[in-house]
Structure formats: C-alpha cells, structure tokens
C-alpha cells in the first residue's frame, strides 16, 4: 500500500508541476497578448494622427488651390487695366 501511495504522490507531484508549467505559459501568453494589444492600440493611434495630418494638407491644398486661381483672376485684371492704360496713352499721344 505504501508503494501505491508513494506512486500517487509522484503522480500528484508531476501533475502539480504540469499545472505550474501551464499557468507560467498562461500568465506569458497573457503578457504577450497585452503587449500586442497595445501595439495595435499604437498603431491605430499613428493612423489616426497620419489621417488628421492629411486632411489638414488637403484642406490647405485646396486654400492654396484657391488662392492662385484668385491671383490669375487679378493679374487678368491688371493685364487688362494695363492694355487700357496703353491704349489711353496712345490716344493722348496722338
């Protein structure tokens, strides 16, 4: 009997440390996975930042986009006040 019950305990033992062995790979695994959680919580974060930048270019592509068709606007303008002008003088001249 004592032999049975010296084989039960060797068995407990060496089920004993399967489970301490499974529980350390459990609380690693764990570890790991919150490490990748906030590696992808990074990522997004990047992602969202490189989103706002690029609707910030955007927007201020089309501010400057809009700008030179005004300055096109205004040098048509001068072209043409400068063609009046030219012609004015012409006329005085003759």
Request: aromatic share 2%; charged share 20%; proline share 0%.
């Amino acid at each position: 009997m004592s032999g049975s019950v010296s084989q039960l305990v060797g068995v407990m033992d060496t089920v004993s440390a399967i489970v301490e062995e499974n529980t350390a790979s459990t609380e690693e695994m764990a570890a790991s996975a919150d490490e990748v959680a906030q590696v992808f919580e990074n990522i997004a974060s990047i992602s969202e930042e490189n989103s706002a930048s690029t609707q910030e270019v955007s927007a201020t592509t089309e501010e400057v986009t809009a700008q030179a068709r005004e300055v096109s606007i205004l040098a048509q303008a001068l072209r043409e006040m400068a063609e009046e002008l030219q012609n004015a003088v012409t006329e005085v001249q003759a």
